[in-house]
């Protein structure tokens, strides 16, 4: 922030002073508390304070963000695991307006009710500083096409880790960011049955607690697997099991046929006749159309 202290134009071979400067008009201006970067935007306003207060409150929210780390594409989706609202926001620069606008077009072809594309720059040229410090505010990343990358904005992209992503062909951009999109969706959680013990004898051993002497009736129960009691057919209680032994010792496994004593994970309320399924959950990756 400062105070315009003076205000010059150039013309032919020397710098001429003005008063006012309008649209189109190159300047130089003296009065800045230090050297901006290029492409940084001025806003001018009539109260000093005022403008110090904000400049102050922007240069904090700055210095948060360096300490702060970025991510890159791939590791997008688990930066956003998680959080509210699940959008990849996007600063696009191509090397025509034309090829902006129809790349934006099909960024936002790319909808799903759990994710979004959100696009909050899209302009022709380079890839700059200016570029890479909106990414890295907003939490995302820089595509470019047909566009090359200023080196000071590689340079600060490596240091603060914010992604910067080159392309010369539409369809594999539009692919990369539609896989990136679909990670993030919450996996399809598929059950997939395992095996049935039959509760046969309960019995309680010292220091240890309720143990159900089960046989395993159909398919084989493991020791990581999930677990719900059955009375009656109904589901009684959902949970792990805590010790899975083979006579004495501790197994891994016990396949249909054999006994086994079990002990459940924060339950013992079983019964002579209740029966033990064992299941696993499998994480099924989904795509946007899902």
Same mark, same amino acid.
């Given at each position: 922030?400062?105070?315009?202290?003076?205000?010059?134009?150039?013309?032919?071979?020397?710098?001429?002073?003005?008063?006012?400067?309008?649209?189109?008009?190159?300047?130089? #201006?003296? !009065?800045?508390? &230090?050297?901006?970067?290029?492409?940084?935007?001025?806003?001018?306003?009539?109260?000093?304070?005022?403008? $110090?207060?904000?400049a102050n409150m922007v240069r904090q929210q700055e210095n948060e963000l360096a300490r702060s780390r970025g991510f890159s594409l791939e590791e997008w989706s688990k930066a956003r695991a998680g959080t509210m609202v699940k959008e990849l926001v996007i600063v696009l620069k191509c090397d025509v307006q034309g090829t902006a606008e129809t790349i934006k077009a099909e960024l936002d072809k790319l909808k799903h009710e759990e994710?979004?594309?959100?696009?909050?720059? $899209?302009?022709?040229?380079?890839?700059?500083?200016?570029?890479?410090?909106? %990414?890295?505010?907003?939490?995302?990343?820089?595509? !470019?096409?047909?566009? +090359?990358?200023?080196?000071?904005?590689?340079?600060?992209?490596?240091?603060?880790? #914010?992604?910067?992503?080159?392309?010369?062909?539409?369809?594999?951009?539009?692919? &990369?960011?539609?896989? %990136?999109?679909?990670?993030?969706?919450?996996?399809?959680?598929?059950?997939?049955?395992? !095996?049935?013990? &039959?509760? @046969?004898?309960?019995?309680?051993?010292?220091?240890? +607690?309720?143990? %159900?002497?089960?046989?395993?009736?159909?398919?084989?129960?493991? @020791?990581?697997?999930?677990?719900?009691?059955? @009375?009656?057919?109904?589901?009684?209680?959902?949970?792990?099991?805590?010790?899975?032994?083979?006579?004495?010792? /501790?197994? %891994?496994?016990?396949?249909?046929?054999?006994?086994? !004593?079990?002990?459940?994970?924060?339950? /013992?309320?079983?019964?002579?006749?209740?029966?033990?399924?064992?299941?696993?959950? &499998?994480?099924?990756?989904?795509?946007?159309?899902?």
């Amino acid at each position: 922030y400062g105070r315009v202290r003076a205000m010059q134009e150039p013309r032919g071979d020397g710098l001429f002073p003005i008063e006012v400067a309008g649209p189109s008009v190159p300047v130089e #201006v003296a !009065g800045l508390d &230090e050297m901006p970067e290029a492409g940084s935007l001025f806003h001018g306003m009539k109260d000093l304070k005022k403008a $110090a207060e904000i400049a102050n409150m922007v240069r904090q929210q700055e210095n948060e963000l360096a300490r702060s780390r970025g991510f890159s594409l791939e590791e997008w989706s688990k930066a956003r695991a998680g959080t509210m609202v699940k959008e990849l926001v996007i600063v696009l620069k191509c090397d025509v307006q034309g090829t902006a606008e129809t790349i934006k077009a099909e960024l936002d072809k790319l909808k799903h009710e759990e994710v979004r594309v959100k696009v909050i720059h $899209a302009a022709v040229g380079q890839v700059t500083t200016t570029d890479v410090h909106l %990414a890295e505010a907003a939490g995302g990343i820089v595509v !470019g096409f047909h566009v +090359g990358v200023d080196s000071k904005a590689r340079e600060l992209a490596d240091n603060h880790h #914010v992604d910067i992503r080159t392309y010369d062909v539409i369809y594999k951009l539009i692919e &990369e960011i539609r896989d %990136a999109l679909a990670g993030l969706l919450a996996p399809e959680l598929v059950e997939q049955y395992e !095996g049935t013990a &039959e509760i @046969r004898m309960v019995f309680k051993v010292s220091k240890v +607690g309720r143990v %159900a002497g089960c046989m395993v009736t159909k398919g084989t129960i493991k @020791r990581d697997n999930k677990v719900r009691l059955l @009375r009656d057919g109904v589901p009684i209680y959902e949970t792990v099991i805590a010790s899975l032994k083979r006579e004495k010792d /501790d197994a %891994a496994e016990v396949r249909e046929g054999f006994e086994c !004593g079990i002990q459940l994970k924060n339950y /013992d309320d079983f019964k002579e006749g209740d029966l033990i399924e064992a299941f696993r959950v &499998e994480e099924h990756k989904r795509s946007l159309d899902s």
